[in-house]
């Protein structure tokens, strides 16, 4: 196939340059100007059109997906353990087979119109653990979206949920396919023992996956590694091993130093700022933060509207270099996906993978190179996504999802969500 006419962006660095791309079994096989197509080679114009690397959320939960418009639980929480006692905990144990499924199908379909073609989940359903990585990945590939999945181990449902986690993670470690790998999901340092820990770091050396886990997302989860094991979440995981290739989704609680101990080594940060700000934990010391991305925390699959919170709550804080900050948050999710997945994200560049996102923008005012990051944090928003390519395939074409029947699949996920609401009133 072949794109021409498209101004292509780039955010690492940023740029911007009209070319033409030729696809070929999902990569770029040459950017150029004025390619011709060859005989029986579909050719698309792009009238100029702006074309964005595809999007990445490093760090969500599609479990969530059904939770909009959920009423509040009966005793409102007062903290953050509270909220996740009282919502999360009961919303992961009322998910059936059926809940997983919906829930990432429309989690899925979110992203996609939203430009968004990777997503790092981070998962839970103990009534349905085995087999849920390879339910979402279903949902997911039926959308035509990339991810990296992993279940979040935990001592809080016995030592039968942890082990049943632990495997659902090893079993799917072992599967990659072309859109889907795996990762070593743990919940967090204040829900797992020793045993736990030392389980964790086993799958990680057996897998050669990386560890995705929340870190110090509240102050109660530093202070309870600090009264229990006296040291902090960092040390923790440092002293199991499972620091290097780690993702580390929040990191509220930690020092500028201890950020860039964790970054030395070789772990990744997942900043979540809209997530923070809603559950009230406080705010990540970004101007520490290097290898880092951004993630929405299961909000929803906008990484636009996550960036422009992300550089709003920088520049609330009193940072000079918000702008670019941010930006580098948004190339760092590239950065990330290559990590994960081998393969050269974010580019548009010959040999990399075809995972674009065609916007329908007019610019009022001029657009060039130097000015695109304005243009992304003060005019470009999701209704501006077009068209989504995945891996050479469309998944978005002329604003509408390919794959899968829109309408259907809310209509399925309402009456799902309906009847999760009522299991989790009766819990
Ligand atoms: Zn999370």
Same mark, same amino acid.
């Given at each position: 196939?072949?794109?021409?006419?498209?101004?292509?962006?780039?955010?690492?660095?940023?740029?911007?340059?009209?070319?033409?791309?030729?696809?070929?079994?999902?990569?770029?096989?040459?950017?150029?100007?004025?390619?011709?197509?060859?005989?029986?080679?579909?050719?698309?114009?792009?009238?100029?059109?702006?074309?964005?690397?595809?999007?990445?959320?490093?760090?969500?939960?599609?479990?969530?997906?059904?939770?909009?418009?959920?009423?509040?639980?009966?005793?409102?929480?007062?903290?953050?353990?509270?909220?996740?006692?009282?919502?999360?905990?009961?919303?992961?144990?009322?998910?059936?087979?059926?809940?997983?499924?919906?829930?990432?199908?429309?989690?899925?379909?979110?992203?996609?119109?939203?430009?968004?073609?990777?997503?790092?989940?981070?998962?839970?359903?103990?009534?349905?653990?085995?087999?849920?990585?390879?339910?979402?990945?279903?949902?997911?590939?039926?959308?035509?979206?990339?991810?990296?999945?992993?279940?979040?181990?935990?001592?809080?449902?016995?030592?039968?949920?942890?082990?049943?986690?632990?495997?659902?993670?090893?079993?799917?470690?072992?599967?990659?396919?072309?859109?889907?790998?795996?990762?070593?999901?743990?919940?967090?340092?204040?829900?797992?023992?020793?045993?736990?820990?030392? =389980? *964790?770091?086993?799958? /990680?050396?057996? %897998? $050669?996956?990386? @560890?995705?886990?929340?870190? &110090?997302?509240?102050?109660?989860? #530093?202070?309870?590694?600090?009264?229990?094991?006296?040291?902090?979440?960092?040390?923790?995981?440092?002293?199991?091993?499972?620091?290097?290739?780690? =993702? *580390?989704?929040?990191? /509220?609680?930690? %020092? $500028?130093?201890? @950020?860039?101990?964790?970054? &030395?080594?070789?772990?990744?940060? #997942?900043?979540?700022?809209?997530?923070?700000?809603?559950?009230?934990?406080?705010?990540?010391?970004?101007?520490?933060?290097?290898?880092?991305?951004?993630?929405?925390?299961?909000?929803?699959?906008?990484?636009?509207?996550?960036?422009?919170?992300?550089?709003?709550?920088?520049?609330?804080?009193?940072?000079?270099?918000?702008?670019?900050?941010?930006?580098?948050?948004?190339?760092?999710?590239?950065?990330?996906?290559?990590?994960?997945?081998?393969?050269?994200?974010?580019?548009?560049?010959?040999?990399?993978?075809?995972?674009?996102?065609?916007?329908?923008?007019?610019?009022?005012?001029?657009?060039?190179?130097?000015?695109?990051?304005?243009?992304?944090?003060?005019?470009?928003?999701?209704?501006?996504?077009?068209?989504?390519?995945?891996?050479?395939?469309?998944?978005?074409?002329?604003?509408?999802?390919?794959?899968?029947?829109?309408?259907?699949?809310?209509?399925?996920?309402?009456?799902?969500?309906?009847?999760?609401?009522?299991?989790?009133?009766?819990?």
């Amino acid at each position: 196939m072949l794109l021409r006419g498209g101004l292509l962006a780039a955010l690492d660095p940023i740029s911007l340059e009209g070319a033409d791309l030729r696809i070929v079994d999902g990569r770029i096989a040459q950017r150029a100007r004025g390619l011709a197509a060859a005989p029986g080679e579909e050719a698309l114009d792009l009238r100029g059109g702006l074309v964005l690397p595809g999007l990445v959320n490093a760090h969500t939960h599609l479990y969530s997906a059904l939770a909009r418009g959920m009423g509040a639980p009966a005793l409102p929480p007062r903290n953050f353990v509270e909220i996740l006692e009282r919502v999360w905990w009961r919303l992961d144990r009322a998910l059936d087979e059926e809940g997983v499924y919906l829930s990432a199908l429309v989690g899925g379909i979110e992203a996609a119109l939203s430009g968004t073609t990777l997503l790092v989940d981070h998962h839970s359903s103990p009534s349905f653990i085995r087999g849920s990585l390879g339910t979402i990945r279903r949902a997911l590939e039926e959308v035509g979206l990339r991810s990296a999945l992993c279940y979040e181990v935990t001592d809080r449902n016995g030592p039968g949920g942890r082990d049943a986690g632990l495997q659902e993670n090893r079993d799917f470690a072992a599967h990659a396919s072309e859109l889907t790998s795996g990762l070593i999901g743990a919940h967090a340092s204040f829900t797992l023992s020793e045993e736990a820990m030392g =389980l *964790l770091s086993e799958a /990680v050396a057996a %897998s $050669g996956r990386g @560890v995705h886990i929340h870190v &110090a997302e509240d102050r109660a989860d #530093a202070l309870d590694c600090r009264a229990r094991y006296g040291e902090s979440v960092p040390e923790r995981l440092m002293r199991h091993g499972l620091l290097p290739r780690a =993702l *580390l989704a929040h990191c /509220v609680h930690l %020092s $500028g130093d201890e @950020v860039a101990g964790v970054h &030395a080594h070789g772990a990744w940060i #997942a900043h979540n700022p809209r997530s923070n700000m809603n559950n009230h934990v406080g705010y990540a010391p970004t101007p520490a933060l290097r290898r880092a991305a951004l993630g929405t925390d299961g909000m929803d699959g906008d990484m636009l509207a996550e960036a422009r919170a992300a550089f709003l709550k920088m520049r609330d804080a009193g940072r000079d270099d918000a702008f670019s900050a941010t930006l580098e948050l948004l190339a760092g999710g590239h950065r990330l996906a290559a990590a994960l997945l081998g393969l050269p994200f974010g580019k548009l560049d010959t040999g990399g993978p075809a995972d674009l996102v065609v916007l329908d923008y007019d610019p009022p005012t001029p657009l060039d190179g130097g000015n695109l990051g304005g243009h992304l944090l003060f005019g470009i928003d999701r209704s501006h996504v077009a068209s989504v390519m995945v891996a050479g395939r469309w998944v978005v074409r002329d604003r509408r999802v390919v794959n899968v029947e829109v309408e259907q699949a809310y209509a399925r996920a309402r009456e799902a969500a309906r009847r999760l609401w009522e299991r989790m009133a009766a819990l």
